[in-house]
């Protein structure tokens, strides 16, 4: 039997025959390997954070590492004792978040947006330490959505007050708590992708659900615009689904701070020498 492993992200799919069959990232404290495992329904374990053992795991010429369900094992989810427990990311803490919080606060003068900033920090740290930032590439785990949105939002802590343009830090900070919100209903707080994803998408989600509470707290609508225009920019190019490009020093502050978090992350979640599609390289580590 292999090492035991511990899942880092999981993907359903199905195959063209129509048998399903699910894409596994794991790691162990020697690597960090994909494997494909066919015929395990969406159903079946394993869920990410549990642990696995394969009594064999073929390689093909290409060097992609497959098994069948009936040569997987899954476990338990380990105690925090178990060696391979903090492996998986975890979601940062309340006093973290709130520290970050403060301190970009006190980054504020105009203080509608502020409160505005302030009132919807403490409402979405529950629901987003729930939830996955995707099913894989970056933060796919669970409460990855706070802490890809942490990691913006404590860059912009650090980049803000080197920067000499006009700029003004509340649409940024706003843009970037709510630029990935769409994703709560976009995807289970298991990963899996819901219809929503190809209904409407999570752009579209946020921006909405943005633009409809900025309405609510009495934003002027031209104020409201500049930070909608953050969010619905923040992927940067047309071709990665972004509707529009980033127009607004703001906006093009938040395309880049989604960029650093979600692509360091991509980097560090994926094993050495790993082609990463996403990232169209492969992974080189020390």
């Given amino acids: 039997m292999t090492s035991e492993y511990i899942v880092l992200s999981r993907t359903n799919n199905v195959a063209k025959n129509g048998a399903p069959y699910i894409s596994l990232k794991l790691a162990n404290l020697q690597e960090t390997i994909s494997v494909t495992v066919w015929d395990v329904p969406a159903?079946?374990?394993?869920?990410?954070?549990?642990?696995?053992?394969?009594?064999?795991?073929?390689?093909?010429s290409a060097g992609r590492k497959s098994a069948k369900a009936q040569e997987m094992v899954p476990g338990d989810m380990p105690f925090e004792s178990h060696p391979l427990y903090?492996?998986?990311?975890?979601?940062?803490?309340?006093?973290?978040?709130?520290?970050?919080?403060?301190?970009?606060?006190?980054?504020?003068?105009?203080?509608?947006?502020?409160d505005f900033f302030c009132r919807y920090a403490d409402m979405l740290f529950e629901p987003y330490s729930k939830w996955p930032a995707a099913?894989?590439?970056?933060?796919?785990?669970?409460?990855?959505?706070?802490?890809?949105?942490?990691?913006?939002?404590?860059?912009?802590?650090g980049v803000y007050p080197t920067l000499c343009y006009k700029i003004k830090p509340e649409r940024c900070m706003i843009a970037i708590l709510f630029h990935d919100y769409g994703?709560?209903?976009?995807?289970?707080?298991e990963g899996e992708p819901t219809e929503n994803m190809f209904l409407m998408g999570h752009i579209y989600i946020s921006a909405h659900k943005l633009h409809g509470e900025l309405e609510k707290a009495g934003i002027e609508d031209e104020e409201a615009k500049r930070i909608v225009h953050?969010?619905?920019?923040?992927?940067?190019?047309?071709e990665y689904g972004s509707p529009v490009v980033p127009c607004s020093q703001e906006a093009t502050i938040v395309n880049l701070l989604d960029l650093m978090s979600a692509r360091t992350d991509t980097i560090d979640s994926n094993g050495n020498m790993e082609k990463v599609f996403a990232l169209n390289t492969t992974i080189v580590k020390d």
């Fill in 43 to 60: 159903t079946m374990p394993p869920h990410v954070g549990q642990l696995i053992k394969f009594f064999n795991i073929a390689i093909d």
């Fill in 86 to 114: 903090n492996l998986i990311p975890r979601p940062v803490t309340r006093d973290k978040w709130d520290a970050c919080i403060s301190n970009l606060a006190s980054m504020c003068s105009d203080s509608q947006l502020k």
């Fill in 135 to 157: 099913t894989s590439v970056h933060h796919a785990f669970h409460g990855g959505l706070l802490n890809h949105t942490y990691q913006m939002l404590h860059l912009l802590e």
């Fill in 183 to 189: 994703k709560i209903y976009e995807y289970t707080k």
């Fill in 230 to 238: 953050c969010v619905l920019a923040h992927h940067g190019q047309l």
